[in-house]
């Protein structure tokens, strides 16, 4: 098939050995005439039809689903491995096919471990639990991280600090707005 093509649109980036050493290959790349693909398929992959925008919110709404009954029922399961049991189970039940990646969920100091993916310890009174997961819908994943206590209500302190991290978020978000509006106004009135 390629030993009939003047030109070949390939992505460099995904080429494997078998197809890069194939003589016709070599041919067409020895003329200039393999021209790669991934420059546009690049782009491509941040334009969505409706169908695919319709996919990810409905794996977000899965997911979002499934999250929020793990955290209304995570007292009853005290172990980091049956909140993710639960949610893969919640998540499946709604239709999704599988987990978007391997899920985190990390009580007391495991929270704080970037991708963390033990998940086999006893969460402890008072810890807080950190979920960050995602399922996969017809190819699209969704992604959510979020903290709470399992017990029921924050402490004290993990309420400072909560209230703390939510301003700090707030702030970064007016930051993120008005350095969107300066550059809007910036290329507008140039």
């Known amino acids: 098939m390629i030993r009939g093509s003047s030109?070949?649109?390939?992505?460099?980036?995904?080429?494997?050995?078998?197809?890069?050493?194939?003589?016709?290959?070599?041919?067409?790349?020895y003329c200039n005439n393999v021209n790669d693909l991934s420059v546009y398929t690049h782009q491509l992959r941040w334009i969505k039809s409706p169908s695919e925008l319709k996919l990810m919110k409905e794996s977000?709404?899965?997911?979002?689903q499934a999250?929020?009954?793990?955290?209304?029922?995570?007292?009853?399961?005290?172990?980091?491995?049956?909140l993710a049991a639960k949610f893969e189970y919640e998540c499946k039940m709604r239709g999704?096919?599988?987990?978007g990646f391997n899920p985190v969920v990390g009580g007391g100091p495991n929270g704080s471990v970037i991708h963390y993916s033990r998940n086999d310890q006893k969460i402890k009174d008072g810890d807080l639990v950190?979920?960050?997961?995602?399922?996969?819908?017809?190819?699209?994943?969704?992604?959510?991280?979020?903290?709470?206590?399992?017990c029921g209500s924050f402490s004290s302190a993990q309420t400072s600090f909560h209230d703390e991290v939510n301003c700090m978020d707030?702030?970064?978000w007016?930051?993120?707005?008005?350095?969107?509006?300066?550059q809007f106004f910036w290329i507008r009135f140039l």
């Open 96 to 99: 999704a096919q599988r987990m």
């Open 60 to 64: 977000a709404s899965i997911a979002c």
């Open 174 to 182: 007016i930051c993120i707005c008005a350095q969107y509006v300066m």
């Open 7 to 29: 030109k070949l649109y390939h992505n460099v980036q995904t080429a494997t050995s078998a197809y890069t050493e194939l003589e016709a290959f070599k041919k067409l790349a």
């Open 170 to 172: 707030f702030t970064l």
């Open 130 to 150: 950190l979920m960050d997961v995602g399922c996969e819908v017809h190819g699209y994943a969704s992604d959510l991280t979020r903290t709470w206590p399992p």
């Open 67 to 82: 999250l929020l009954l793990t955290m209304m029922h995570s007292k009853a399961y005290p172990f980091e491995g049956m």
